[in-house]
């Protein structure tokens, strides 16, 4: 097993290097031929994609694409007709969702879905001990881990949200809870990070906020991002894939995706 | 100050029972301290993990009966018997917990509720071993390093400390870690599954614990009565207790030992009025669900909160 | 042979009674999805309701109205008044039904008192008939074939009419139902009338096999739960082909095993339980 359990508190050395020199071949996230359908109705078709230690990749895509159903596959939230994800080579496939957390995969939603009667401190402790041993600890007060304590408020500080620590979710803006969603993925030291439409919804000071707090994460995390909103997210970009009807369109660099005459179709009808 | 009056106040109510002489108040406390333990080990479930059972009953039951059939029957000795009873009910939960645990919600409800009817079925029709609808009887208390508990007084003080054990334990659970864990399962299981828990098993864990203190207030249960037969097991019983943790306050630490008190209250005042506990039991039911479905213990605290004017204090509790 | 025969049919009327019970009981749970735990006491109060009609000299076809009728309306009050009072709480309505099943336990008992009574059977079905060498009893017959004639009603009710349609579109998706102008509150009572009206039905009809006595209401509910979970809620052909497993295997393990007739009928969920892929109602639904 190259993948260990991480170590509580300890950060981990990306799979990519594990392998011993072979950095350049073992992509962070590897999609083969991943297929799944609802009812008979196809959401994702055949997708097969690579993305390389540090990239920052972005997805494209109209309403229905498959964008967000494939993030549900990738995560483990919904089980494949077909076809296999590796996490840094490993074949997480068959993995439960909370394996592949530990496996360095995290995610954020389009929708948000945080613990919304608890504080900001709370939830971010929650994802702390999501990949930590202690989780299962039945006995020890929650409130005597001054070191889980600590690591939330620094990660709160980093997203520049340690005054508002112990204020219960609902009563917070949606853009502190954009933040916090960020923060929740960071808290887990991933080496891949989903981010499902991370500026929906924001407004223009936010969105520069968030682009900030993006571009700071550093390239030891590989990130896949689904957004719409094209000046932020192709800023962004080192590729980008685009999908259509459950399908990869298109996959390459900026200049190449933007000069392709079937995107051009899609987005503006030409 | 005030909140050491109040600890005082509750101290004084609790080891009231073991000196006053009144043996009929004294016996409505034990019954109150049981009805408490059963009530707080189901609070688990309900309050924490958001799983409604209508078959929490069969622990209890599953313990009682085992207790009492191995002294009577299988001639063992007291505390040995305790204990094998307890392990016999937790394993019980052992094997029913992924059956129930396909399922949440309304499903799980179902489920609970006939596996709760097969163990009635089994303590109702199996005469051999359960004596059947007459029940197993001829038991005696315990008298644990020659300590005599037959006495209301001393079984008081057993109780007492065996509620003690169980509410330490069950307020350490939902402050930690692992309570934490089981709360985001109720509130957003998606996402905590997402955060790296394994949410299945936090909800398996819960199951067997709350059947360990279920099966524990089964053993007082059965010492306290000297005597079980299937009602112990039926599905009045399991809403008996559901009904204690949801008027007192489901996912509040004090609200299923409240609700004790006011179901263990009700059910002696009644049946020295009128015989109809039955209905008593389905009106009540039917009036705290669609009036006071928070509870009684939130319901209190919002009305104190509201009439000292203090800021609600960021509640990680709530049903 | 003759024992098999015999026993078939007790299984196959059995099952029939079966099917009056839970197919408004998976009806309701399809389309409201509220696990109404008042069904067993809608099953006895009918036959309760039955057997004072009987005593006060009427016929058994009379009976059977009354008992249906009677629940009905009692079903369609509950409905009203407390269901759509808790409209979107769906656990809360589970809890009112069975804080009712209680009250309404508790009050047969106060007035048919704690005998167990059987409800006489009618004169016309008095007897038996005589085939391949064996006596059967004509009221069993009688109740199979008035279950297959109740499912094959009910199929048509579902199949072919307007009201139908809506309850179908309401099992599939209700929100879709509600964005089409079905009036949703309406039907919701009409299919409780409907689902308590067969439940009391079958309480009359089984009197004459059963008896009526109290506690007949919490050994009726699971075998509900049991056909709803076996059959798929909302479906009347699965209602049917599980309530006549049950009805079978009930019968033969009370003959063969009688101290664990009760458990084997469990058995046929746990194993649909276990089976099904995904659980049976999705796990984290709500």
């Known amino acids: 097993m190259t993948d260990g359990p991480r170590l509580p508190d300890g950060g981990r050395v990306t799979a990519g290097r594990d392998a011993a020199g072979t950095s350049a071949v073992t992509a962070a996230l590897e999609i083969e031929g991943l297929s799944k359908s609802f009812g008979g109705l196809p959401a994702v078709r055949g997708v097969t994609l690579q993305i390389a230690p540090g990239e920052r990749r972005l997805l ?4 229905g694409a498959g964008k967000t159903t494939l993030f549900n596959l990738i995560t483990g939230d919904i089980h494949a007709d077909s076809g296999i994800v590796r996490l840094g080579g490993r074949d997480i496939s068959r993995l439960r969702p909370h394996r592949r957390a530990h496996l360095g995969l995290a995610r954020t939603y389009q929708v948000i879905t945080l613990f919304s009667s608890d504080t900001l401190l709370h939830n971010l402790t929650l994802s702390l001990l999501g990949v930590s041993a202690s989780r299962w600890n039945p006995l020890l007060p929650l409130s005597r881990r001054d070191d889980l304590r600590e690591r939330a408020l620094a990660l709160l500080e ?12 609902s009563e917070t803006s949606y853009g502190e809870q954009r933040r916090l969603e960020i923060a929740m993925a960071l808290a887990q030291e991933p080496r891949v990070l989903l981010l499902d439409e991370p500026f929906a919804g924001l407004s223009r000071e936010e969105r520069r906020d968030m682009q900030q707090e993006l571009s700071r994460i550093p390239r030891e995390v590989t990130m896949v991002m689904i957004e719409h909103d094209l000046d932020v997210a192709l800023s962004f970009a080192d590729r980008i894939a685009v999908l259509h009807q459950g399908q990869v369109l298109v996959e390459g660099t900026r200049t190449e995706v ?7 179709e899609i987005y503006l009808g030409a | 100050m005030k909140r050491a009056a109040l600890l005082a106040l509750a101290l004084a109510v609790l080891v009231a029972p073991a000196i006053l002489p009144w043996d009929f ?21 309900v309050g924490y993990g958001g799983l409604i059972s209508l078959g929490h009953g069969a622990f209890l039951g599953a313990s009682a009966y085992a207790v009492i059939f191995l002294t009577t029957r299988a001639g063992m000795a007291q505390l040995p018997a305790a204990a094998c009873a307890v392990v016999f009910a937790t394993f019980l939960a ?21 596996l709760g009817q097969i163990m009635w079925g089994v303590a109702y029709r199996w005469v051999e071993v359960t004596g059947g609808d007459n029940g197993l009887s001829g038991f005696t208390r315990p008298q644990p390093f020659g300590l005599d508990l037959s006495s209301p007084h001393a079984f008081y003080v057993l109780a007492l400390l065996v509620f003690g054990c169980s509410f330490a334990f069950i307020a ?7 309570g934490a864990g089981l709360r985001g399962v109720r509130d957003q299981p998606r996402r905590l599954r997402a955060l790296g828990f394994d949410t299945w098993l936090i909800r398996y864990a819960a199951f067997v614990i709350a059947a360990f203190w279920a099966a524990v207030a089964g053993v007082l249960w059965a010492y306290y009565n000297q005597f079980v037969s299937p009602h112990v097991l039926s599905l009045t019983n399991s809403a008996e207790v559901l009904l204690m943790v949801i008027a007192g306050g489901a996912g509040t630490l004090f609200g299923p030992v409240a609700g004790a008190v006011i179901v263990v209250l009700l059910k002696n005042v009644a049946s020295a009025y009128v015989t109809r506990w039955m209905m008593l039991l389905g009106i009540v039911f039917v009036v705290i669900v669609v009036f006071m479905p928070e509870g009684l213990v939130p319901g209190l605290a919002r009305l104190r909160r509201r009439s000292t004017g203090g800021v609600a204090r960021p509640r990680t509790e709530g049903a | 042979m003759r024992f098999w025969l015999v026993q078939s049919l007790n299984g196959l009327a059995l099952g029939g009674l079966l099917f009056l019970l839970s197919s408004g009981f998976s009806l309701i749970f399809g389309l409201m999805r509220v696990a109404n735990l008042t069904h067993g006491a809608y099953f006895m109060l009918g036959a309760y309701v039955g057997l004072s009609v009987l005593e006060a000299g009427h016929g058994f076809f009379a009976a059977v109205v009354a008992g249906a009728l009677a629940i009905a309306v009692l079903g369609g009050i509950i409905e009203r008044v407390l269901l759509r009072r808790l409209a979107g709480r769906t656990l809360a309505q589970v809890l009112v039904t069975l804080g009712i099943a209680f009250i309404i336990s508790d009050s047969t008992l106060l007035v048919w008192s704690g ?5 006489p059977v009618p004169a016309a079905l008095q007897g038996g008939v005589r085939a391949f060498g064996v006596f059967f009893p004509k009221y069993r017959l009688a109740v199979v074939i008035i279950a297959v004639v109740a499912a094959v009603l009910l199929l048509l009710l579902l199949e072919r009419t307007r009201i139908g349609a809506m309850i179908r579109a309401g099992v599939d998706d209700m929100d879709m139902a509600r964005a089409l102008g079905i009036p949703v509150p309406r039907l919701f009572t009409a299919v409780f009338c409907l689902g308590a009206a067969l439940a009391g039905m079958g309480g009359v009809l089984g009197g004459p096999i059963l008896s009526v006595y109290p506690g007949l209401d919490m050994d009726m509910l699971p075998l509900a739960l049991i056909v709803l979970i076996l059959g798929g809620a909302g479906s009347i052909g699965g209602a049917f082909a599980a309530s006549m497993v049950i009805g079978f295997l009930y019968t033969f393990g009370q003959v063969l095993f009688p101290s ?27």
């Open chain 1, 60 to 63: 494209l895509g109209p309403n």
């Open chain 1, 158 to 169: 980093r997203v520049g949200l340690s005054q508002v620590a112990e204020r219960k979710l």
């Open chain 1, 258 to 264: 933007v000069a392709d005459a079937r995107v051009q």
């Open chain 2, 25 to 45: 108040y004294v016996n409505i406390a034990t019954q109150v301290l049981i009805a408490a333990i059963f009530a707080l080990s189901l609070n688990l479930l």
């Open chain 2, 94 to 114: 052992a094997l029913f917990g992924p059956i129930a645990l396909r399922a949440s919600g309304l499903g799980f409800l179902m489920i609970t509720l006939a």
């Open chain 2, 172 to 178: 350490l659970l939902v402050h930690s870690p692992f």
């Open chain 3, 115 to 119: 005998d167990p009574m059987p409800l």
């Open chain 3, 260 to 286: 664990l007739a009760y458990v084997i009928l469990f058995l046929p969920m746990v194993v649909a339980i276990a089976l099904k892929p995904k659980g049976l109602f999705s796990a984290d639904a709500a």
